[in-house]
């Protein structure tokens, strides 16, 4: 599974998994504890967002198509739904915070490193140097 994060510049970036969680490994501990996958009828705009601990780690933006927008205060991150679980008390990951962002920060690094890497674009490299000339008397 693929998560995607969205900069605040508007960048987006892919988390190619929470930590190492599949949407198998969510689906897992789901059903081995009072837990049960989420479904789009339990995602609530402004809902908090808790990890495996429940420490809210971030709050419901907006649903995109299958993914999830999340609100950390610091950025932005759309995941897929299958990473959101939910008990009692609402919506949840089924990681801890610190996993959740670790996460963030990998994808993030990555997506700094490969924008450094970049070639300036077509338009860039066709456009010539102004020459400036000096006025005439």
């Not at 995607?4 to 892919?14: C, E």
Request: no cysteine.
């Amino acid at each position: 599974m693929t998560a995607f994060l969205k900069h605040a510049s508007g960048v987006v970036l892919m988390i190619g998994s929470l930590a190492g969680y599949s949407s198998v490994a969510f689906a897992q501990a789901a059903t081995a504890s009072a837990t049960t996958p989420a479904t789009a009828a339990d995602i609530k705009v402004g809902a908090e967002v808790r990890d495996s601990k429940g420490v809210q780690v971030a709050k419901i933006v907006e649903m995109q198509g299958a993914n999830v927008v999340l609100d950390t205060g610091q950025t932005k991150v759309a995941i897929p739904m299958t990473f959101l679980i939910k008990d009692s008390q609402g919506v949840m990951l089924n990681i801890t915070a610190d996993q959740f962002n670790g996460a963030i920060a990998k994808a993030h690094a990555r997506a700094e490193a490969a924008k450094a890497q970049q070639p300036a674009t077509p338009q860039e490299a066709q456009q010539p140097q102004q020459q400036t000339t000096p006025p005439k008397h």
